[in-house]
């Protein structure tokens, strides 16, 4: 036993020692040369935004924002409705519901337009490996503009849905 750990050892030292060709050098390597902290001066897709892609964000921008007079008329009509409104299961609180119905129906463009933004900037994302950042930016700033009319017109829904009792 004790004289296989001496050969273990011996084998391990003596490949430890061989001779080999030239070693290499423990100079600093220029990678490591280069300052992680230094910022970076500019991205490295530094392209405007592909012009279908912003005629499609400004398309579906628009599409949403032309919605927002059907919504705006179909939940004025439910809030005067609710106003109105008698103990649930009445005739007029029966006429507030098919109304506040209708004015859900009518966030319809803003819902399809949220949803084509986010397949659009996922399909793009899966057929090119990646975004570039100004394409990236027109994605996030018109999911930002159809999403705040998509929150105040949800607000508006909630706000008929409490009054209702729903």
Not at 33 to 49: A, F, K, L, S, W
Not at 54 to 78: I, M, P, Y
């Amino acid at each position: 036993m004790h004289r296989t750990a001496l050969l273990a050892i011996a084998i391990m030292l003596s490949a430890c020692s061989a001779t080999g060709g030239p070693y290499p050098s423990l100079q600093p390597r220029a990678a490591e040369r280069i300052d992680p902290r230094v910022p970076i001066e500019r991205p490295m897709n530094d392209r405007p935004v592909t012009p279908a892609l912003a005629a499609q964000l400004r398309a579906l921008v628009d599409q949403a924002r032309g919605g927002e007079g059907a919504f705006d008329s179909a939940a004025s009509e439910a809030e005067r409705r609710a106003a109105a409104a008698g103990a649930p299961q009445t005739d007029g609180w029966v006429a507030a519901q098919e109304a506040l119905s209708a004015a859900v129906a009518a966030r319809q463009p803003v819902a399809e337009a949220l949803l084509e933004i986010d397949a659009l900037g996922a399909g793009k994302l899966q057929a090119q490996g990646g975004l570039a950042p100004s394409d990236l930016a027109a994605i996030q700033d018109a999911q930002a503009q159809v999403g705040a009319l998509d929150q105040r017109q949800a607000e508006r829904i909630k706000a008929i849905q409490q009054r209702l009792g729903a």
